[in-house]
């Protein structure tokens, strides 16, 4: 297992090559001058070159990116542009409201979307069915900046239940959990959507499998079958979407953030790349790359445990 | 016995400075909501967004200041220096510094090699966004402790205006400057009411009442600035009560909203951002005068105004914002489709004109160049927008890539800096002494100059009025709308002035600023 796991993440490594170049290669070819924006609209030619000396943005391009990759193998990812602070601390000042935002997402979109997906399928073109595909359609349909607009006007500013400002004490379990609900209801609704349809999908195909026809001639439960043989035979595209939306949530959780006013990864990249901080931008994006990879790496090993044969291949 | 009453009096003094001290901190919180994703550089000499401006406002002092809530350069006060002189020629300016005054953080008093520092900083390119601002400056030097002396190489418009609590004019604690280095952006240390405890990337930054302050302890004890870029969760926040002062949209139905809501009042205030189309006269279409007239005759300023709202909006009427020092009305050319029309045609137009245009995508900008594009195309101009995000836009403008340039500034209120930065032709795009001339305009290079060098204000107001005729007869840009700044707070908000204007761009908060 560790051995596949292992093997998984040094996989990945031509993959972090591949995305610090093109990140390296793109935030240069956008348009738009670092000097200006940290100076302003009354700098003179003349400070803005000085400051692109100083930000050693005058160097050449190759000794730029040799620089730039020598420091994000030895895991320094200097400081940013803008606020000259290092980009680990800005970083790890936001991660965790990232990591709460992201798992909470997660585990309220499974925890409602799978068992919600099974039911629909097991009441296949039924009223329940009908009704939980209406609903995952509004959930897809719904932006965030909709819906949680929404949810402040009802629960925030009506009923008083939470606060406007999301942005959560990390030291106070209380107040992190209570900042949390709104935002993670809202994300996770979208994402229980994406999962209810998948579940449904993929258990009315394994229900309709000889194996669950045996099953049923031999007298298993039809809860047992239900849940251990179809729902462990369709459980591999779910912890697909599962893996692939964790991923999203990360990086697209920026609006969340925006309307519930908390701090994330999300809102720090959208912040760099208005003020072109490439430095900050550059740090950031191995980091988000570092965390899908893992993330794919935890899904593939799930796929090992889900289904040997797998790990066999 | 003399020891004794010696140790007695220190002892009270103590005592009295320690009950300040912590009645300052445990004073009530003012939460204020901006709309940013964060602060970028605390430095005040690099402060040049809105939300830098603000914050830095409330920790620093300038030699001299204006007057809370107001920008009047009439009514400039001493701040750090009690007193001033200048020498006949007004080329030599002595300022004398308060004694006593306190650094946050423990730096220790304010003395004049800081102010010598601070002004040298804030005069070098590499140390600061304002440093062409200093360029008459010869030497800054400190006579004594408390005396510091500034020469200038030739006259300036208003010296004041530069060492005011403005952009560069911000003192600074040399030790914590040197100590700090490349830190001092986020951990800056001055001499205001309020110091900086702590930045939360992306939440907030948390000011703590400087009880030591010269002009006496605040009676806030602390200040919560929350970067909030949402408008809606910004103004829902606002009206949950967790926000006592919001920063406030330039628009008539935002405006009219929230001066429903109760306990609420909201502060419309100067500066006025004057909004100019930029022609670019040396380049096809708008090299040919009577396209640049045909352009002006389609505007209609009063449509403008009635579409971002008449409380937060007004007409322009010269090349300079009105209310600055030097500011003169000019008669502008009418709103006329039909005299465009046929000016246009005149020009070898006769069936309208194309001009591609680069244009930001920030909302407010947009939308008011959308309702021009319309004005326009009634009189036969289409504006083809090429619409890129707003980084890519100051850049791209800035290589002259767009013959019109929509360009919406606030600067120091005196002529000179505006007519300097957009209409002189040191400042034209793709030069080395570039700023934002984007017309290419020169023909009033010699009355800006022989103003910025007088030491007669009448003569100063000549050549000013004297620039902006010339500048606006040869229709270097066409004056739309000036758009004033709005912020709204709770009725237990007290600022402690009259806030009429600001040139932090947000309300200050004093020592007199209280929540009731």
């Not at chain 1, 796991?5 to 990945?12: E, I, P, T, Y």
């Not at chain 2, 090699?113 to 966004?129: H, I, M, P, Y």
Request: aromatic share 8%; with cysteine; proline share 5%.
């Amino acid at each position: 297992m560790v051995f596949f796991f292992v093997r998984r993440l040094l996989a990945a490594v031509p993959t972090l090559l591949a995305v610090l170049t093109l990140v390296f290669v793109i935030v240069r070819i956008v348009p738009g001058d670092p000097a200006l924006v940290i100076l302003g609209d009354q700098a003179t030619p003349e400070a803005a070159a000085a400051l692109r000396e100083r930000l050693g943005l005058d160097r050449p391009l190759w000794t730029q990116y040799v620089d730039f990759l020598t420091s994000a193998l030895t895991g320094d990812f200097g400081t940013s542009m803008v606020t000259g602070r290092p980009i680990l601390d800005e970083v790890a000042a936001v991660l965790p409201h990232t990591i709460d935002l992201t798992l909470a997402s997660m585990v309220f979109g499974t925890v409602v979307g799978v068992p919600v997906g099974i039911w629909a399928a097991l009441h296949r073109n039924r009223a329940i069915d009908v009704a939980a595909r209406i609903l995952s359609l509004l959930g897809l349909s719904f932006p965030v900046f909709v819906s949680g607009i929404f949810a402040l006007l009802l629960f925030s500013l009506h009923w008083r239940i939470f606060p406007v400002i999301g942005a959560a004490n990390l030291n106070d379990l209380g107040d992190r959990l209570h900042k949390l609900v709104l935002p993670t209801v809202t994300l996770g609704l979208i994402m229980a959507a994406y999962i209810t349809r998948v579940t449904r999908s993929a258990m009315l195909a394994s229900l309709s499998e000889d194996y669950i026809r045996t099953a049923r001639a031999k007298g298993v439960p039809w809860r047992r079958v239900v849940w251990v043989h179809g729902l462990r035979n369709a459980s591999i595209p779910i912890v697909t979407v599962v893996g692939l939306y964790v991923g999203i949530l990360i990086g697209n959780s920026v609006l969340t953030e925006i309307v519930f006013n908390r701090p994330g990864l999300g809102k720090v990249i959208v912040g760099a790349l208005n003020q072109r901080d490439y430095t900050m931008l550059q740090g950031l994006m191995v980091i988000y790359c570092f965390l899908i990879v893992v993330v794919n790496a935890v899904t593939d090993l799930l796929y090992g445990v889900l289904d040997p044969r797998v790990q066999a291949a | 016995m003399k020891k004794t009453l010696r140790a007695a009096l220190l002892a009270t003094a103590f005592a009295v400075a320690g009950t300040a001290a912590a009645q300052a901190q445990s004073g009530p919180t003012l939460r204020v909501g901006m709309a940013a994703q964060d602060v970028g550089r605390l430095d005040p000499h690099f402060a040049v967004s809105t939300i830098d401006r603000v914050v830095v406002a409330w920790m620093f002092n300038g030699l001299v200041r204006f007057k809370p809530g107001s920008i009047d350069p009439a009514n400039i006060e001493p701040d750090l220096a009690e007193r001033w002189e200048s020498s006949p020629d007004g080329r030599t300016w002595t300022f004398h510094l308060r004694r006593g005054v306190q650094f946050h953080g423990g730096f220790g008093e304010l003395t004049a090699d800081d102010v010598v520092f601070s002004l040298q900083k804030a005069g070098t390119a590499a140390t600061s966004a304002f440093a062409a601002d200093f360029r008459a400056f010869q030497t800054v030097e400190a006579v004594d402790p408390y005396t510091v002396r500034i020469v200038l190489r030739e006259n300036v418009p208003s010296l004041l205006g530069i060492v005011t609590n403005y952009s560069g004019g911000y003192i600074v604690s040399r030790r914590a400057a040197e100590q700090r280095g490349q830190d001092f952006v986020r951990a800056p240390i001055g001499t205001g009411p309020f110091a900086l405890e702590r930045v939360t990337p992306n939440q907030s930054a948390e000011l703590t009442a400087n009880a030591q302050y010269f002009r006496g302890a605040p009676q806030i004890g602390r200040i919560s600035y929350r970067f909030i870029p949402s408008d809606a969760s910004r103004d829902l926040a606002f009206q949950n009560r967790e926000l006592d002062v919001n920063y406030g949209r330039a628009d008539q139905t935002w405006i009219n909203r929230t001066r429903q809501l109760p306990n609420t009042t909201v502060d419309v205030f100067e500066p006025g951002e004057l909004a100019i189309l930029n022609l670019n006269t040396v380049a096809p279409p708008f090299n040919d005068i009577r396209v640049r007239q045909a352009l002006a005759h389609a505007i209609n300023r009063a449509e403008l105004v009635r579409f971002r709202g008449q409380d937060v909006t007004r007409e322009a009427q010269s090349v300079v914002p009105r209310g600055y020092l030097g500011f003169a009305q000019q008669p502008l050319l009418p709103h006329d489709p039909n005299r465009a029309r046929q000016l246009l045609a005149e020009a070898g137009h006769p069936n309208g004109l194309t001009v591609r245009v680069i244009h930001t995508q920030l909302p407010e900008m947009l939308n008011m160049m959308q309702v021009v594009q319309q004005q326009l195309r009634r009189a036969g101009i289409t504006l083809d927008l090429q619409v890129v995000e707003h980084a890519t836009f100051h850049q791209q403008i800035r290589q002259d890539l767009s013959p019109l340039v929509y360009y919406s500034a606030a600067r120091f209120p005196v002529a000179d800096i505006y007519l300097t930065q957009f209409f002189h032709g040191r400042s034209i795009v793709k030069t080395p002494t570039a700023v934002t001339n984007f017309s290419h305009c020169n023909q009033a290079d010699a009355q800006i100059d022989a103003a910025r060098v007088s030491t007669d204000l009448n003569e100063q107001r000549r050549l000013w009025a004297e620039a902006q005729k010339i500048l606006t007869e040869n229709i270097c840009g066409v004056p739309l709308l000036e758009t004033l700044l709005v912020f709204a707070r709770r009725n237990n908000v007290e600022y402690g002035y009259d806030l009429q204007g600001s040139m932090s761009l947000g309300p200050l908060i004093t020592e007199q600023t209280r929540l009731r």
